[in-house]
């Protein structure tokens, strides 16, 4: 019988721990985990252009040594990190896919990016090269 008292109490006391202890808790957001691709420097190349976006901004890409950036308006460099040969993705989210060739690009996310004029409708925003 004292076992069983024991164990009741026992239990109780550790359901009430968590309890106690929920206003110490602490908010841990984890970077975005996402698949990297290793890109030669040559592939990019083709990529290294400005683009006419469907709002009228215009997005150019630059690579400075390994790392690659996208540019909206001239204005701040964005970092983006290529997930396939074909695909890259910023610390924010925003997806660049190139398509035909390196001609156009589809970007989804746009709003994400600094300087972004977002077009009512759709999260993704198309560009062709100029």
């Not at 206003?23 to 890109?39: E, F, G, L, Q």
């Not at 215009?58 to 001239?74: C, E, G, H, N, P």
């Not at 970092?79 to 610390?91: E, G, L, Q």
Request: glycine residues 4%; proline residues 4%; without cysteine.
């Amino acid at each position: 019988m004292k076992t069983i008292l024991l164990s009741v109490v026992a239990a109780l006391t550790l359901t009430a721990l968590p309890a106690v202890h929920a206003d110490d808790s602490v908010d841990v957001k984890a970077p975005r985990v996402t698949k990297r691709y290793m890109m030669d420097q040559s592939e990019f190349r083709q990529y290294a252009n400005r683009y006419q976006l469907q709002n009228g901004q215009q997005l150019s890409f630059k690579q400075v040594m390994t790392m690659r950036y996208a540019i909206l308006d001239d204005g701040q460099y964005v970092r983006i990190y290529p997930t396939s040969a074909k695909t890259f993705v910023s610390d924010d989210g925003v997806r660049f896919e190139f398509r035909d060739e390196g001609e156009t690009v589809a970007i989804t996310d746009f709003a994400k990016l600094p300087m972004a004029k977002v077009v009512a409708g759709s999260p993704l925003m198309m560009a062709a090269r100029r």
